[in-house]
């Protein structure tokens, strides 16, 4: 079936790097995506979302960017902070509010 | 504000036995989310109210699985007899509408089949 996939399962950077976390995706009729943060015993909380008339989109220290092109996502996070260590992960919205989402990145940061 | 409120947030029981969780979403969404998170995993949809009516339950495995929403509100996910397979986070999440954007998630119940 199609799904959603990360390319990497974990990501460690240096406090005050930039992290890429990628997603592939397969569906090509979706058309919203979302990326997540999920820190250790809580829920998913989410980060940045994008449309497919998008192919970027920017908030507060992160930079989400879609190929659709490859049926690619990414989540660009500048001047990472220990904070930012969690499991990162995107997903895809299908037809009325369906999320579907891939396994996971977890980002380490270094001090 | 308050965010979606889970209980009980760790539950231990023995196969076989029943067990039962529930949801406060935010007051005002319609929308109500039971995901199921194996660890090391994403969440995978169980099933989604409109209000009081489960629209998509496809993915719930209706033979021990239940959930209800009489009122509208909050929310009950039931699994009676649970087996050692179904040890993982329950998570609820809730959003204003059906259409596309943010689901708001609560803090999941971790769930020990022994």
């Known amino acids: 079936g199609e799904s959603v996939g990360l390319h990497l399962p974990t990501l460690s950077v240096q406090e005050g790097d930039n992290s890429i976390i990628n997603c592939a995706y397969s569906n090509s009729a979706s058309d919203y995506f979302i990326w997540y943060k999920q820190e250790s015993g809580k829920g998913p909380q989410f980060i940045i979302d994008i449309r497919s008339n998008m192919d970027k989109r920017q908030g507060q220290r992160v930079t989400v960017l879609l190929n659709k092109t490859v049926k690619h996502l990414s989540l660009q996070i500048a001047a990472t902070q220990p904070g930012d260590s969690a499991v990162y992960f995107c997903?895809?919205?299908?037809?009325?509010?369906?999320?579907?989402f891939g396994t996971g990145t977890r980002l380490l940061v270094s001090p | 504000e308050a965010g979606v409120v889970q209980s009980p947030r760790y539950k231990i029981i023995e196969k076989k036995q029943p067990v039962a969780f529930w949801c406060n979403p935010i007051?005002?969404?319609?929308?109500l989310y039971w995901y199921l998170q194996n660890l090391g995993q994403g969440p995978e949809l169980l099933i989604r109210y409109e209000n009081e009516e489960a629209v998509d339950d496809s993915q719930l495995p209706k033979d021990r699985f239940s959930a209800e929403r009489l009122k509208g509100v909050d929310s009950t996910l039931k699994i009676q007899p649970a087996e050692l397979g179904d040890s993982a986070v329950y998570l609820c999440?809730?959003?204003?509408?059906?259409?596309?954007?943010?689901?708001?998630f609560g803090p999941g119940t971790r769930l020990t089949v022994l």
């Open positions: 997903a895809e919205n299908l037809a009325f509010q369906k999320l579907v």
């Open positions: 007051s005002g969404h319609n929308t």
């Open positions: 999440a809730s959003s204003p509408t059906s259409a596309q954007g943010e689901q708001f």
